[in-house]
T-cell receptor, first 109, second 113 residues
Framework: TQLLEQSPQFLSIQEGENLTVYCNSS?????LQWYRQEPGEGPVLLVT???GGEVKKLKRLTFQFGDARKDSSLHITAAQTGDTGLYLC?????????WGAGTKLIIKP | DSGVTQTPKHLITATGQRVTLRCSPR?????VYWYQQSLDQGLQFLIQ???????AKGNILERFSAQQFPDLHSELNLSSLELGDSALYFC????????????FGEGSWLTVV
């Protein structure tokens, strides 16, 4: 069974701080996606990383795909209250998405 | 607005009952996915349909079934409901026009009492 482990499961920090969320697996993925989900809504795709070692930036969010395509990280710089939400990673394996359990992020004003 | 429409948004029903959740995918999307999200299980993939045919099966119970109709809308049928089936059920769709990006609906909240 393929697993995608996310850490931490829960993170509560002050506005302005930096944070990193990790997504790890023993399996290789052809691509990895990061989603953000707000209460009462479905997950929304933030980014897809495809190439090992790839780094993508989305404003204050930096996504990195591990060289071996088994892990990924999401780094948020100077977090804002609007970043609050559930962050999910999903790895593409044989055209099926394997989902992490999510990181619940709370940014306090 | 993702373009994926789910009904009903909220549903309360008793144990042992049967419910049907409905999903209209984004215009032109041929793939429809169903997911279950509960507090202790995270997002669980249930089943995928592509243009009316079952494409992939995940952790879907035998009490649950789904289908995709010729107009591409989909229904998820949940029967012999148990308290543990209480969860948020998401439908999602994808299509070539959007590079196979998966778009989620807002979900159907099911509470079994």
């Amino acid at each position: 069974t393929q697993l995608l482990e996310q850490s931490p499961q829960f993170l509560s920090i002050q506005e302005g701080e930096n944070l990193t969320v990790y997504c790890n697996s023993s399996s290789v993925f052809s691509s990895l996606q990061w989603y953000r989900q707000e209460p009462g809504e479905g997950p929304v795709l933030l980014v897809t990383v495809v190439t090992g070692g790839e780094v993508k930036k989305l404003k204050r969010l930096t996504f990195q795909f591990g060289d071996a395509r088994k892990d990924s990280s999401l780094h948020i710089t100077a977090a804002q209250t609007g970043d609050t939400g559930l962050y999910l990673c999903a790895g593409d394996s044989n055209y099926q998405l394997i989902w992490g359990a999510g990181t619940k992020l709370i940014i306090k004003p | 607005d993702s373009g994926v429409t789910q009904t009903p948004k909220h549903l309360i029903t008793a144990t042992g009952q049967r419910v049907t959740l409905r999903c209209s995918p984004r215009s032109g999307d041929l793939s429809v996915y169903w997911y279950q999200q509960s507090l202790d299980q995270g997002l669980q993939f249930l089943i995928q349909y592509y243009n009316g045919e079952e494409r992939a099966k995940g952790n879907i119970l035998e009490r649950f079934s789904a289908q995709q109709f010729p107009d591409l809308h989909s229904e998820l049928n949940l029967s012999s409901l148990e308290l543990g089936d209480s969860a948020l059920y998401f439908c999602a769709s994808s299509g070539i026009s959007a590079g196979n990006t998966i778009y989620f609906g807002e979900g159907s909240w099911l509470t079994v009492v």
